[in-house]
């Protein structure tokens, strides 16, 4: 089985709101992922989680906020949006870092902020 | 850093027929190679990878090739159907420490009926 769930599917959310968005995976696997996608664009890397601890962060805005709970949960929280930060997130899932490790995406998440 | 360039930005064939979809990349440590079929509305789906050390890997009507010393991989879809129709990205990582990986701009393939 390989399959990263996120929830929610859809998400509309104003300027000012405070939301969250949460991916899980039970393939056992050490590294999780957040992804943002535009449209017609391939994903652009936002964090990497390695064995709960975060491992890189590709310079993003600190109103995205990750958090690992646990290895086989990763939540993205999002405060004080921008409309340029509506997209598709993605989270995906690895066994470890580094290339020898294939990725695992899941359906993402469709973010609209109004 | 790495950087993934990937051909055509479109691809229309006829059902049945054959699509190739080339990548060049400039880093000469990646290794890894992956494949990503995204269907509209969906994650992206892990199709085939390939890893420095073979020079072609095949599972049913998909192949993927490789030639390290021109640094470039291909993606090769044989009697190509309908459900094949979506965006395909490559991508490129070494293999080791945390690297990520490095997309290709993606192709458009659409199937023609």
């Known amino acids: 089985d390989t399959e990263v769930t996120q929830t929610p599917k859809h998400l509309v959310m104003g300027m000012t709101n405070k939301k969250s968005l949460k991916c899980e995976q039970h393939?056992?696997?050490?590294?999780m992922y957040w992804y943002k996608q535009k449209a017609k664009k391939p994903p652009e890397l936002m964090f990497v989680?390695?064995?709960?601890?975060?491992?890189i962060n590709e310079s993003v805005p600190s109103r995205f906020s990750p958090e690992c709970p646990n290895s086989s949960l990763l939540n993205l929280h999002l405060h004080a949006l921008q409309p340029e930060d509506s997209a598709l997130y993605l989270c995906?899932?690895?066994?470890?870092?580094?290339?020898?490790?294939?990725?695992?995406f899941g359906p993402g998440t469709r973010l609209t902020v109004t | 850093g790495e950087n993934v360039e990937q051909h055509p930005s479109t691809l229309s064939v006829q059902e049945g027929d054959s699509a190739v979809i080339k990548c060049t990349y400039s880093?000469?440590?990646?290794?890894?190679f992956p494949w990503y079929k995204q269907e509209l509305g969906k994650g992206p789906q892990l199709i085939i990878d390939?890893?420095?050390?073979?020079g072609e890997k095949k599972d049913q009507r998909i192949a993927v090739t490789l030639n390290k010393t021109a640094k470039h991989f291909s993606l090769h879809i044989t009697e190509t159907q309908p459900e094949d129709s979506a965006v395909y990205f490559c991508?490129?990582?070494?293999?080791?420490?945390?690297?990520?990986?490095?997309f290709g701009t993606g192709t458009r393939l659409t199937i023609i009926p």
């Open positions: 995906a899932s690895s066994r470890g870092t580094g290339g020898m490790y294939e990725q695992y």
């Open positions: 393939m056992g696997h050490r590294a």
């Open positions: 989680y390695s064995y709960e601890k975060l491992s």
């Open positions: 880093d000469s440590a990646s290794n890894y």
């Open positions: 390939i890893r420095s050390n073979v």
């Open positions: 991508a490129a990582s070494p293999n080791f420490g945390n690297e990520k990986l490095t």
